[in-house]
């Protein structure tokens, strides 16, 4: 995107420095990284920059209007419901692509967005495996708002363990070691040392929550959550039944509150209005189906990675939805083929992290991950045998 820095990366390139990069990654948790780590990063300068936060921050308007939680009542599947809601989720990431307008200018559009985690403490580490490797321009960080790793570590300690030991705060996912992001999770106790605990091995005690550690019953008091319930309803039946402890009051606090995974998510899309946010519709409040269809996406409310999204839609698609309640019409976003590399150019997504502490009125952006293709779409399944693809970060001109 920047042609200079582009092309002095390209030219210092090699297959050695990305072999020992992928050493210096693994180097903690070896066989830990399960996804594909790109040749490069993405280099942003200061006016894209500029571009992607203020959408961000228009969605955080939503997002903190006094009316947002009625707006979003309907979000979360009625068996789905966890009690216990905070006033507002902790994390944030908004996910964009690089795309041309028609006057052939670069711009992001807003793909999704998820008031959930993602690869928090694994970006910690990218950033100083790359670094190691590579000379990053003067003036460019993967860091936003002014944050660094000392204090993006902080931040992040901060809001997931509080004032509580760190080993009565847990990293909750169902069956973790075998997750294809389990690496974040290795990294976030490393860096702010809680454990990684499975579902199956909590233990409850009436409205308190326990786990084993060294012979000891370490009473839980937060949870950082990563179980996705999706991901729940598709284990067998003993891990589904354990899963059920999320719908009962306990005496725990949540780092991010489940419900927040639903409020804020495609749910959320329709009631935004920004350049920079493709149009939305809730499918069954849609009044007439668009005369050019082909540029819309159809995708499920309710499902996480891509399931289920329907990319070449047709009005035979839209009149088999049964539940078109649970469904939206997105205007279909093209990614721009503009990180050139040395065969043909890649596609580009960004994530941005926001964090929300306790007691401050909005979240704030404060660090990123990029996802680079040359497939039809991001993701591991559209990008097989092919190089300079896979999972990455954005240098931001400061």
Not at 182 to 197: A, E, L
Not at 380 to 396: E, I, P
Request: a negative charge.
């Amino acid at each position: 995107m920047i042609s200079h820095i582009r092309k002095s990366y390209n030219q210092s390139f090699s297959d050695e420095k990305y072999a020992a990069l992928l050493q210096e990654l693994q180097s903690g948790h070896p066989g830990a990284i399960e996804f594909r780590i790109a040749e490069t990063p993405v280099f942003v300068n200061k006016d894209f920059k500029e571009k992607i936060l203020s959408a961000c921050e228009a969605i955080v308007d939503v997002i903190t209007a006094p009316n947002f939680k009625s707006l979003t009542e309907r979000a979360i599947p009625k068996n789905e419901y966890v009690p216990g809601e905070n006033a507002h989720t902790h994390f944030i990431a908004f996910d964009f692509g690089i795309c041309q307008n028609a006057a052939g200018e670069l711009e992001p559009q807003l793909i999704e967005m998820q008031g959930f985690p993602t690869l928090f403490a694994f970006q910690v580490l990218y950033d100083e495996a790359v670094r190691k490797q590579y000379k990053i321009p003067e003036g460019y960080s993967a860091y936003l708002n002014g944050y660094d790793r000392t204090s993006y570590i902080s931040l992040l300690k901060e809001i997931i363990v509080g004032q509580n030991n760190p080993e009565e705060v847990i990293l909750l996912e169902i069956l973790p070691h075998q997750q294809k992001t389990k690496i974040d999770f290795y990294c976030t106790s490393d860096y702010i040392g809680i454990p990684v605990i499975c579902l199956t091995e909590l233990i409850q005690e009436g409205r308190q929550l326990f786990y084993w550690k060294d012979g000891r019953k370490i009473r839980i008091k937060r949870i950082y959550n990563r179980v996705i319930s999706d991901d729940l309803q598709q284990q067998g039946e003993a891990i589904r039944e354990k899963g059920k402890i999320f719908q009962e009051e306990l005496d725990v606090e949540w780092i991010t509150h489940p419900n927040w995974f639903y409020r804020i998510s495609k749910y959320t899309l329709p009631f935004i209005r920004h350049r920079y946010v493709p149009e939305t519709f809730f499918l069954n409040e849609l009044k007439t189906i668009p005369a050019d269809l082909e540029n819309y996406v159809l995708k499920p409310l309710f499902s996480f990675a891509g399931q289920g999204v329907v990319i070449d839609v047709t009005a035979g698609d839209i009149e088999q939805i049964k539940n078109p309640e649970n469904w939206i019409l997105q205007r279909k976003v093209n990614y721009a083929a503009v990180i050139d590399t040395p065969n043909e150019p890649a596609k580009a997504e960004l994530r941005i992290f926001y964090f929300w502490k306790e007691d401050a009125t909005r979240p704030i952006p404060v660090n990123n991950l990029a996802r680079l293709s040359k497939g039809k779409m991001i993701g591991v399944r559209y990008n097989q045998d092919k190089t300079w693809v896979g999972g990455s970060l954005a240098y931001f001109e400061q």
